[in-house]
């Protein structure tokens, strides 16, 4: 097929429905240039660049959520009772503003000539990416991280980045998969180094830059390894070439193929592991993180997490398929990943014991997390690399991966709250004290009402980091754990990954309770006045806080677990 | 009735009874918090909880009267068909004893309803006898679903849920009440505590703590009422642990003082001994029914049973195959069949063994509760509580939660647990009323005094007298909070003398008090003027009159067990005696301290009110006897198998009496209790009233027994010996393995711990840092402009790129099959 026709057929058929599913990402390029030009004519001095951004990425959130009511219900029935009917008639009235229809968006499937996918599990993932991009913006209108001159400026990068990450949400290609990757990457590390003023900023974007690069590169070597060997850079027919390729060889060292698909997967992991700060490529991170702005770098450790995540599950699907080999191959692979995240949270946890800054310790916090979530993941390989009816019994593995799907889009969900209320609440001591030390929150709790308010709020996602019911944290950990535990069952070394595990979130007890201590224990220092923070911040707080409790202890834990469950399952019927 | 008309009844009670339950709740918040801004000398606190449980007690008679006309008072209605006659027939004197067919005498079956199988009974169709016909469950909440195992917040509302919410909030409120004077030397901002003795000789000094006692009284009362409430057993457990916590908090109110503190752990651990049985329980009735609900009569949902449905069918019969330890029930699916297991097709059932271990177990929670003997050691120590709180845990809340939980999981019991609950209820009735004849200590007979009467509720239960343990269960609480106050009036006024041999012709200084504390005593001691048509009583006497027919009842099916009669009756007459005796000593005779005596007053008015208010029900709560309308209330939730009776040959053959051969009874029980019971009173006369006879000499000549019954029996003594020494003696030989071992691998791990972090550190700093030093060495020496960059840190973190992928290659392929 020449390029001609490609393109032919690529504007005939496909492009209206691309454009519809691409609507949000279409609305934040459109809000960059706007906020370009509103920079260029000078209109930024009267309306502040917060606003201009903050109204296109509400609109770009609106949108996505007109298309998770397409996914849920194509024809946009409207319920019979009044809350409902209202509702839907306002998402009819934005899917007719924006244009969206039900045989665009409603239909889930590959798009873009198959480079992305559309299903219900990339809706999602965009759906919280966005609330996130809304929030990080109401964040740094509160603490004012950008000033009048530079709003533009930044707004325009945090966009950018936004662009990246939901693109990289649905990848079906490995050519998405790395365009994404970077288009994420490049803006933030502008970010890291927005502190323009301090060195330490600079020199923290630097190494972030270099590291990216390095990593970039490893990761293009991988790719072109995999494209080469199967001839194909489409997701959906690895596992067919893979079949072909071994031709009845048996799945061992001695196998060419074997060796080059592992040198591809293992480069190309590098990527998505330095995106993830996995061990052993998680050195950018405490450094990045404690040059950057506490807003800064909850952002980068929730949304590229996140938007990688989604990545790694529709390339980790790529290599699962039915035949013998390529079950090893998937086994292998869920295996290796599972030590990769054992590895990782017991790094991270033991190197965060030490630290005395804020925001390096959650730094390493982040990479310990990355490494329970990447779990699931494993979990999941494992079991579709599961013949039917083999040591699993009476389970079924299918339904079993689902399951440990779940699992993982639950935590993201907890963790876009938790990890956004810590580095939220540096945010907030830092305004105060001009410190982000461990120290400068001792007696914090000695401040006015709304202080105490931030401090409770602050315990909540602590407590929650570290899974203690019933906060949602707690069943975010219980579920993966749950589908590492009926994992063990096909391979013994996920059980000795479970104990890791337990162990691990024994020790993340200690350092998170420490900064508990110093809020609510230690006494102010002596020459240091109680703090008194504004109302907004604590309201703000309560609002990011109470998702944490809510996603736990009460109905909408099951009802986030059951949407959660029908998007995982998305990703596999 | 209809399901239509079970909803719109379920929903109107549902909220009713929950804002009763959760009123006190909130009350509690308030007052916790709001606590701190208040002043110490106000008084608004105690009228808000006042308030909250006023308004509990307001709402629950809005409930009944719901309720009632609900079921069109079909309660009171049937009862009277069916009761009325055989109570005829026992009480008239002169009935020739009629054809006694003994207890086997089954029940026409006509008599049983089906409510909740059937299609749906008018009210007078269904039979007062069938558990459900008035009965409401249903969920208010769904806490958490695991798997199979979903824990909710239920509710079930029968007639004896709802006497037992007008019972308590209306106890509670006079309790409430009568505290607004008795705590009102806690209104300052320094209160002197004068049983906490400082070196120096100094007392202790603290702020009052009025709003906080009365924030822990409304705590105890929601938990009290979420018990009742409660429409699964787990859900009682919470409010059951809820209810112990709260009692933990009141009993030690007086933290500083030693023995209050010890006493409020030793009812705590006492209780913690029960609830471990509670739990084994819990665990068998989870693993082996699925479910935790008590039942389900919602005609809207056929076919999901609860416990007592499951085990027992319309007609009250449990239903089981094999013997010896093959022995099973088989359960039921609500709908007249068998239930099936989803899974395997085999109809599901239970070991019989296993279901006599889950009601041993739940029972085992009631003896801690309820201080039944072996645990009832608690309930004397927890006077050290200000003298409210003993009469709200005494009469209407702790004590009565075990009582009432056994009579509510009664269907759950088959007769050889039964045969346990009554012996331990004998055992404990004759324990305590013994131990209450030496006691001198005015609340401690009292305390004494509850023991007894919580094993008779006991055994009454366990001799298949449902009724006659609730009646009394109600009768009680209301005559024993109106003794504790009155005593807590007397204790008041005699400012804080508790000792009655300080005591004696306070009838002169306080007569209210007097008088109240005379119609408990009366109507505890069981007297009454017999007539040939019904006998003019108190309460006290028509309840103990219930149970003493049940144990004679038992006694002549079950020749062997006949101390389940004897002993009651003998306890009726110490009773008597020692009630008697307490009235004496205080309130009669001359005066034998005359400090105290000279320095007594009258109570205030807010504390005499509540007095008067519990003296009317004392006296009149129960009248008309089984005929009457509490009795008919409690007649309408009587399980099914409580009025047939039961015959039972299996590893304990045991015959339960039906209501009929009860009533054949019920004459000659009624005047051998009450021939004991003037025997007690008249003997009491003679040793403290008229003081014909020297106490004292008598105690000299039984010197050993008066040291055994002041020693409580040796129970302390016994538990310190079996428990407490051999308990210690591990624990010192734990403490030499703890600090030996222990903690050398416990600072070995530490250390290791300390030393694997700060090689990680070094790892990712020192390591790192050292490295980008010699590196930054080497390039400062070769430039000097990008030397602040640091750019040998970067190298070095784009060499370990290098490494990791290498290691990840290595650690690939090291693993990989050859």
């Given at each position: 097929m020449t390029v001609t026709q490609l393109l032919d057929r690529f504007i005939s058929v496909d492009l209206l429905r691309s454009l519809e599913i691409f609507c949000p990402e279409l609305i934040l390029s459109a809000t960059v240039v706007l906020l370009l030009l509103c920079r260029m004519i000078g209109v930024d001095r009267r309306i502040p660049a917060c606003w201009i951004a903050l109204a296109g990425s509400l609109a770009a959130f609106l949108g996505v959520v007109v298309q998770l009511r397409f996914m849920q219900s194509p024809g946009l029935e409207l319920p019979s009772d009044f809350f409902g009917w209202a509702i839907g008639g306002a998402v009819r009235g934005l899917a007719a503003l924006f244009h969206l229809t039900e045989e665009g968006v409603g239909t889930p499937g590959p798009y873009f000539t198959g480079l992305m996918m559309h299903d219900a599990l990339a809706v999602m993932f965009r759906l919280g990416l966005l609330l996130l991009l809304v929030l990080t913006l109401s964040l740094t209108v509160l603490t004012g991280l950008p000033d009048q001159e530079d709003g533009a400026d930044f707004y325009t990068l945090l966009l950018g980045a936004v662009v990246g990450m939901l693109m990289a949400t649905g990848v079906n290609h490995l050519l998405m998969l790395f365009l994404s990757i970077e288009m994420m990457s490049v803006p933030s590390y502008a970010m890291v180094g927005y502190l323009k003023g301090r060195r330490q900023s600079s020199e923290a974007a630097l190494k972030f830059v270099v590291y990216g690069a390095g990593s970039a590169g490893v990761m293009l070597y991988g790719l072109s390894l995999l494209a080469g060997l199967f001839g194909t850079a489409n997701f959906h027919e690895f596992a067919a070439r893979f079949t072909v390729a071994m031709a009845g060889e048996p799945f061992s060292l001695t196998s060419g193929v074997v060796i080059l698909t592992l040198l591809g997967v293992a480069m190309l992991f590098v990527g998505i592991a330095f995106k993830l700060s996995l061990v052993p490529f998680h050195f950018w991170c405490p450094d990045a993180f404690e040059g950057a702005s506490a807003e800064v770098a909850g952002f980068l450790s929730i949304a590229s997490k996140a938007a990688v995540f989604g990545a790694l599950l529709r390339f980790a699907t790529?290599?699962?398929?039915?035949g013998e080999s390529i079950r090893q191959l998937t086994s292998y692979l869920g295996v290796g990943l599972a030590v990769v995240g054992a590895a990782s949270m017991t790094l991270g946890n033991l190197a965060a014991y030490t630290q005395s800054n804020l925001k390096r310790m959650l730094a390493y916090s982040t990479i310990a997390h990355a490494g329970y979530m990447v779990l699931a993941v494993a979990a999941m390989m494992v079991f579709r690399s599961a013949a039917p009816g083999g040591l699993l019994g009476s389970r079924d593995p299918l339904q079993e991966s689902v399951l440990a799907v779940e699992g993982l889009i639950y935590y993201l969900a907890v963790y876009l709250f938790m990890n956004l209320m810590a580095f939220a609440a540096v945010a907030f001591i830092r305004n105060e004290t001009y410190r982000e030390d461990i120290d400068a929150c001792r007696g914090l709790i000695t401040g006015n009402f709304w202080t105490q308010l931030v401090c409770v709020a602050l315990l909540l996602s602590f407590a929650s980091l570290i899974g203690i019911p019933p906060l949602g944290g707690f069943f975010a950990k219980f579920l993966i754990f749950r589908s590492i535990f009926v994992a063990g069952y096909l391979h013994p070394v996920l059980w000795g990954v479970l104990a890791i595990a337990g162990l691990n979130t024994v020790i993340s007890l200690f350092y998170y309770f420490r900064v508990m201590r110093a809020v609510f224990i230690l006494p102010r220092a002596e020459n240091q006045r109680p703090l008194e923070m504004p109302g907004v911040v604590a309201a703000y707080s309560v609002i990011i806080a109470l998702p944490i409790f809510l996603l736990g202890a009460s109905p909408l834990q099951a009802r986030l677990s059951e949407t959660a469950r029908a998007i995982s399952a998305s990703l596999f019927y | 009735m209809s399901p239509e008309q079970f909803a719109s009844t379920g929903a109107a009670l549902k909220w009713l009874l929950g804002l009763a339950w959760l009123l006190p709740l909130a009350g509690f918040c308030i007052e916790v918090l709001g606590g701190y801004w208040t002043d110490r000398r106000s008084r608004a606190p105690a009228w808000l909880a006042v308030g909250c449980i006023g308004g509990g007690f307001v709402l629950s008679t809005i409930a009944f009267v719901t309720w009632g006309s609900a079921t069109h008072w079909g309660a009171f209605a049937v009862v009277d068909d069916h009761h009325g006659d055989a109570h005829a027939r026992g009480q008239s004197p002169d009935a020739a004893p009629a054809a006694v067919t003994g207890?086997?005498?089954?029940?026409?079956?006509?008599?049983?309803?089906?409510p909740h199988d059937g299609p749906p009974h008018g009210h007078d169709a269904a039979h007062a006898s069938s558990p459900y016909a008035f009965a409401l469950s249903g969920s208010f909440y769904n806490l958490a679903t695991f798997g199979g195992l979903s824990i909710d917040i239920d509710y079930y509302i029968d007639s004896l849920t709802i006497v037992m919410f007008m019972m308590v909030t209306l106890i509670a409120t006079c309790i409430h009440l009568f505290a607004m004077g008795y705590m009102s030397d806690e209104l300052t901002d320094n209160y002197e505590d004068h049983e906490v003795h400082l070196p120096g000789g100094r007392h202790f000094h603290r702020p009052g703590r009025y709003y906080r006692f009365f924030s822990y009284l409304s705590l105890f009362c929601f938990a009290m009422l979420g018990l009742v409430l409660a429409g699964n057993i787990f859900q009682v457990f919470v409010f059951w642990e809820l209810v112990g916590v709260c009692s933990y908090l009141l009993i030690g109110f007086y933290v500083e003082r030693k023995s209050a503190s010890t006493a409020a752990n030793k009812a705590f651990v006492m209780n913690r001994v029960g609830d471990f049985g509670f739990l084994i329980g819990l665990m068998i009735l989870w693993t082996w029914f699925g479910t935790f609900r008590f039942a389900n009569t919602d005609p809207a949902q056929p076919g999901a049973p609860g416990l007592f449905q499951m085990v027992r069918d319309a007609d009250g019969h449990i239903h089981e195959h094999g013997a010896g330890l093959d022995r099973a029930v088989v359960l039921n699916d609500g709908l007249g069949g068998a239930a099936v297991d989803a899974a395997s097709g085999q109809p599901r059932s239970i070991p019989f063994w296993l279901l006599i271990a889950a009601g041993l177990g739940i029972f085992a929670g009631c003896i801690g509760k309820s201080a039944q003997f072996p645990l009832q050691t608690w309930l004397p120590d927890a006077m050290e509580g200000p003298t409210p709180v003993s009469a709200l845990v005494h009469s209407a809340t702790m004590v009565a939660a075990g009582v009432y939980l056994a009579g509510r999981f009664y269907p759950m019991f088959v007769p050889e647990v039964l045969l346990v609950i009554a012996y331990i209820g004998c055992i404990t009735l004759f324990i305590g009323a013994t131990i209450a004849i030496v006691v001198t200590d005015i609340k401690r007979v009292l305390a004494y005094s509850t023991i007894s009467q919580l094993g008779y509720m006991m055994l009454a239960l366990g001799v298949g007298g449902w009724f006659a343990g609730l009646f009394h269960l109600i009768t009680h609480a209301f005559f024993k909070s109106l003794m504790f106050l009155a005593s807590g009036s007397v204790i008041h006024g005699c400012h804080h003398v508790q000792d009655m041999q300080e005591m004696g012709g306070l009838r002169r200084k306080m007569p209210i008090t007097a008088w109240a504390m005379l119609v408990g005593v009366i109507a505890i001691a069981g007297l009454a003027i017999p007539t040939p048509w019904m006998a003019i009583a108190f309460s006290g006497y028509h309840s103990k009159d219930a149970i003493l027919a049940t144990s004679l009842a038992f006694m002549s099916q079950n020749r062997q067990h006949f101390l389940l009669f004897l002993l009651p009756l003998a306890t009726a007459g110490i009773t008597a005696f020692y009630m008697f005796r307490l009235w004496f000593m205080t309130f009669s005779g001359k005066p034998r301290n005359q400090h105290v005596y000279d320095h007594a007053h009258e109570s205030p008015w807010i504390m005499l009110g509540p007095l008067v208010i519990l003296s009317v029900f004392a006296a009149v709560c129960a009248v008309g006897g089984e005929g009457g309308p509490l009795a008919r209330m409690l007649f309408a939730s009587e399980p099914t198998q409580a009025v047939a009776g039961a015959a039972v040959a299996g590893t304990v053959a045991v015959n339960l009496p039906g209501h009929a051969l009860i009533h054949e009874y019920h004459t000659t029980a009624g005047i051998a209790a009450l021939l004991a019971a003037l025997t007690g009173a008249v003997l009491s006369y003679v040793f403290y009233g008229a003081g014909l006879v020297n106490p004292a000499t008598i105690r000299s000549q039984l010197s050993g027994l008066h040291s055994f019954l002041i020693e409580k029996w040796e129970f302390d003594a016994l538990y310190d010996a079996m428990f407490v020494r051999p308990v210690h003696v591990v624990a010192r030989w734990a403490q030499g393995f703890d600090q030996k071992y222990l903690d050398g691998f416990l600072h070995a791990t530490g250390r290791a711990v300390v030393w694997i972090s700060k090689w990680d550190r070094k790892f990712d700093e020192t390591v790192v840092d050292r490295a980008v030093n010699v590196v930054g060495d080497a390039t400062y020496a070769a430039g000097a402009s990008l030397r602040r960059l640091q750019t040998g840190r970067l190298r070095q973190y784009v060499m370990f790129i290098a490494f990791g992928v290498l290691g990840l290659f290595l650690l690939m392929f090291a693993f990989l099959p050859r």
């Open positions: 790529a290599f699962t398929g039915d | 207890a086997q005498a089954p029940a026409a079956p006509a008599e049983h309803g089906h």
